[in-house]
Structures are given as C-alpha cells and as structure tokens.
C-alpha cells in the first residue's frame, strides 16, 4: 500500500465517500419512503429523515400486500424467490459438480463431444430461447410450479465449466494414492474431491443464488398465479396501478425486503467466497 | 513378504510409443530394488506397472507368486510413496494413514494401533492432528512413508521420494529409508534419478535406458564391472573416462575393429615419465581446471590433438569429447595450463566394443 501524504489522502477519501453517497442515498432514499405516510410522498412532500410509520407499513407489506395490483402479501413472494434461488442455486451446483466430475476423470466414447454440447448452452441463455423453453415447461405442466421456476435455469454450463477448470488442477497422484488406498470413483468424490471443492462450492453459491434471486422475465412467464408470484415480478406489479394511486411506501418497503436476502448471503459467505475465488487449496 | 518378478514386461502407448521394450526382473523377498535411469528411461512407467496404475501390454507382473496383471492396485497389497507425496491436503495426518484402513473395512482399535506405531516409528507423533500444510517437506515426506506402512504390504514401491527435499534432508531419510526396510523386511522397490542414491539403498542395482535395462547387479560389482557404456558414464561421478581405440590400437590389445576404452577418474595417477605401464593406459593433458573438494582434488585435462574428435557413445551424462578427469586424493593438484601425463595400470581398463554395447574386459 503507497501511504500518501497530506492534501493527496483527503482528496482521495473525499472521492470514495462520494462513490459511497452515491451508492447509497437511493437506497436510504428508499428506506426513508418506506417509513412516511403515503399521502406525503404523492404530494412531493417527502422528509428526508425517517418517518413514524415504519412498523405499520413493515407489518402491512409482510404479511397483507398492496390493496389492489398484488394481492398477495410480501411474505409469501419472497418465500417464492427463496425457494427457487436456492433450488437454482443448489441444483446447478449438484448437477455441475457431477458432470464436471464425469468429464475430466472418465475415459468415455464422445466426452469431449459431450463437453462441447454443454459449452455452446453457455451461447443460449435463457431469454434466447425462451419461446421453445416455455413450450417445454408448458408440454410438462411445470408451469405454476416451483419445478418450472427452477429447473429452466438450472441447465447452463458456467458453474460447469469453473468445476472442470478446478478438478484439472487437482494432481493425478491424488487419484492414484486413493486407488492405492482403496477408494473407488464414488469414495474418491465423496472424501477427496468434495472436500476440497467446498470453498468453490460456496463462491458458486454466492454468484448462483444472487443470479436466481434476481431472474425477472422468466417467473413473470411462467407463473400465472398470484400464490407463486416471486419478489422481482411483485415489485414492478405494485408499480403500475392503472386506477388508483401507487402504495409507495408498501413498494420501497419491498425493495429494502427484496435487497436483505442478497446481502445476508453475500456478508454469511464472504469469508468462503473470497477464498474459493482467489486461493487453490490442494 | 513376497518376491516381485516381471517377465518380458512390455508398455506400448496408443500412439505406437514404447515405452518398455521387454523387461525381465527378479526381486527376492525383503530385497531392496532400486531402478536408476536418465529421466524418460522408463523406470517409472514400469514401477506404476507393478503398482497397477499402467496397464500391461504384454507380459507378466508377479507379486508373491501371483500375477497381477488385471487386478486393482488395491488389492495388489503394494503400498507407493509419490514424489509430491500426494497427502489428502483436507485430511489431518492421522486420517491421511488411516483412510486407506478404513476403506478396508479394519476394525477402528487396530487402525488406532497401527497409526500410532507407525507414527512412532518415524517420530511424527505429535503431528497427527495437524494438515499436511502445517508440515515441512520433510514431516510430510514422513506421513507419506507413514501412510505406507500402515497398510503392512507385500511391497514398498517409491517413485523418487526425495527429489523434493534439500540436499542434507535428503541424505538423513535416504539413511532413514533404508533402516526402515531393514526393520520391516518388507520387499521394496524404488525409483531414482540419482546414482548416488542408487548406490547406496540398493541390493539390486537396476540401470534403465530407454525402456530397456542396461544392467542388472549389485551396486559395487556394476560400479566395477559396467556392462555398457552407457552404465559406465550413468553410474559414478565424476563418470568414467571413456576414448574410442582406432581399429590399430584395438589389434594392439586383441580386438577386432574399433573399440571403447574407458577409465574412472579415480584409476589414473600422475606419472613422471612418459612410461606407460605394460598393457595400461597413459593420457597427455593439458590442465584446464581444478577442482578442490576438500579430501580429494578433480583435475580437468583436454587430451592432446583429439579437438575434432566427436562423442564417444553418445550417452547422458558422458564427458565432452577430450576430456579427462583424474581423481587426486588430498589437495595437490598440478597447475592450470600445465602439461600432465595421467596412466592407469592395465587392470583398471575397461574395454567396451565400439557401439558401447559390449564389455570385452573381464
């Protein structure tokens, strides 16, 4: 670290306090209009501290919703986006960590033709082939379902891609000292390659889990139901009444609500995160 | 206890690479076997053969009277140390020597045991509970030949399991090593790069090139008597001095054709006069460089009027064209620049045919 002098530090710590104000005022902005009375905000009368209504419109969100566009409370939207970020986020990792397993230590006819097939998917995401996805989860009666919230996003090829790159780093002697030890294939993934693949696993988590929380287009495609609406898509309905005014304070109540899940599994696994990111344990 | 026998061993890769051309080994029971080579020669494709962890083209691996071929390298009842001692990083030191117990299904009081005797034997006690990354190259090293003895196999195998460590760790578990399989009197074979290791742990000396074996012996008698060329420049250092006869020298001492000459370093003494001994061999050099080591002196000498001349036998580790070093006990060495006279009486020569293949001496 260069340590700077005088004049130089200031400047530099005003510039990053700056970048935080920036960052952060929408969002303090956000939690202020969440604890104010409706009315004030329509008005353009919004203080800019804190207002008395905080555990009202808390208690209304969680567990009533809006009055009209919704009609679901909060509380069941987010134990929607819950289910399906961790079912994203758990399943790739499980489905990932196998086939990655299956590529680099199986002999097999047409791997390589395999790990292709699962590379160019990564050329395909979702909102590319979203009609024929649709038409699937449709023909399968996923849609409504927690299945077809999930399952669409599961099949994709980065999370088994950074699995290949890490096992090949993995030293051959460590598969052979296993056989010597008398470890089959399953023992060897089970007490080697498993253990040592934990603080991937956890980074993977981390990225997987933010980017299932954060789908938008699709659960507004596949759900129809209010009951298995998710956050994301609650949100921007709370949005757009057509006859009657906007419940901002109920909206920006959902947004802090919507950005805690992220932020409590990005401060849980930081330490893990970082490690899987930058350190290779062998 | 068992004997490890290899008959007409044979590994060609895919691809039309062969990589052991027919190998025929016998390792008595409790015999130390070490296989020394030039890097590629082989002689760890042909210990992960007997391990199991390459397939056998052709041929025969027999470990105590069984062969081996098919079946899985654990249940070979063989035990390897690797070079990178490949320990379980995630695994203390304790489950890294009890994992392969437990996968046997060993009863959890006699694994307890086992661990604690051989953490005894080799004074890694009051390591058990730490991971391999708390270790030093050494301390691992230990749990590597800790995780082999637990198991009580058949036969040791090492593939070079101290190239890793410094030069004076090496030579205390190189000692270390071998009072092991003195106590244990398990068969153990071994593979390295290093002469001088070779020499010193093996009962069996077995000197590879090229997927082939050079010489099968004791250390000191393939010291003494090397069959090739290639052995007589692979094993020893400095290695031995080696000259090509013209067809009318090689007459002059009974042979047909060309041949080889070679001497060791330690054979030559310096002569007064130019007086050859009867039957011997006398160099004139001209000192290039000295070397002192303390108890004994090497002195680099470029013969005469042989400048143009090309390598001997083309063999790793042989010496430039011309050149020749005399091993001097003590510290007196002739000046650089000097001219010397090097003989070696006629009972020190070693007389190889021309392609190096053949040992005409007896």
Known sequence: MVEREGIRRYVAHAILWIGIAIVAFPVYLAFVASTQDNAAIANGQMSLLPGAHFLETYYRTVFVGTAGTTREPVGMMMLNSLVMAMSIALGKIAISILSAYAIVFFRFPLRMTMFWIIFVTLMLPVEVRIYPTYKIAADLNLLDSYSGLALPLIASATATLLFRQFFMTVPDELLEASRIDGAGPFRFFKDTLLPLSRTNMAALFVILFIYGWNQYLWPLLITTRDDMQTIQVGIRKMITTSDALTEWPIVMATAILAMLPPVAVVILMQRLFVRGLVETEK | ?362
Do not use: W
Request: a neutral charge.
């Open chain 2, 1 to 362: 206890m068992a004997s490890v026998t290899l008959r007409n061993v044979r590994k060609t890769y895919p691809g039309g690479i062969e990589a052991i051309k027919g190998i025929d080994l016998h390792v008595g029971d409790g015999q130390f076997c070490v296989l020394v080579g030039p890097s590629g020669c082989g002689k760890s494709t042909l210990l992960r053969m007997v391990a199991g962890l390459e397939t056998v083209t052709s041929g025969e691996v027999d470990i105590g009277g069984r062969v081996v071929n098919t079946i899985e390298p654990a249940d070979r009842d063989i035990a390897m140390v690797f070079q990178n001692y490949a320990l379980y990083p995630h695994m203390t030191v304790y489950n890294n020597m009890a994992y392969g117990l437990r996968n046997r299904g060993m009863p959890k009081p006699e694994i307890d045991t086992r661990v604690r005797e051989a953490a005894e034997i080799l004074e890694i006690g009051p390591m058990l509970e730490r991971k391999p990354r708390q270790l030093s190259g050494g301390q691992r090293q230990r749990v590597a030949m800790g995780r082999a003895i637990v198991r009580q196999p058949k036969v040791f195998l090492f593939d070079e399991p101290l190239s890793n460590l410094d030069a004076k760790l090496r030579i205390a578990m190189r000692v270390e090593i071998r009072r092991l399989q003195r106590r244990l009197a398990t068969t153990a074979i071994y593979v390295t790069h290093d002469q001088l290791e070779a020499m010193t742990l093996a009962d069996i000396l077995v000197v590879m090139n090229r997927g082939e074996v050079e010489q099968i012996g004791n250390p000191l008698e393939v010291y003494e008597r090397p069959a090739t060329t290639f052995v007589a420049s692979f094993i020893g250092a400095p290695p031995m001095n080696l000259t090509s006869l013209s067809p009318v020298e090689a007459a002059s001492r009974g042979l047909e054709g060309g041949a080889i000459l070679g001497v060791r370093p330690e054979d030559l003494t310096l002569a007064a006069d130019t007086e050859i001994p009867a039957g011997g061999a006398g160099y004139d050099l001209t000192v290039e460089a000295i070397e002192r080591v303390g108890a004994e002196t090497f002195v680099y000498g470029a013969r005469t009027g042989t400048q143009d001349a090309g390598p001997v036998s083309n063999n790793p580790g042989e010496l430039p064209p011309g050149q020749i070093i005399v091993r001097l006990p003590g510290q007196a060495a002739p000046a650089v620049g000097s001219m010397i006279r090097a003989v070696a009486p006629a009972a020190k020569l070693h007389l190889f045919s021309a392609d190096g293949r053949r040992r005409f001496s007896p």
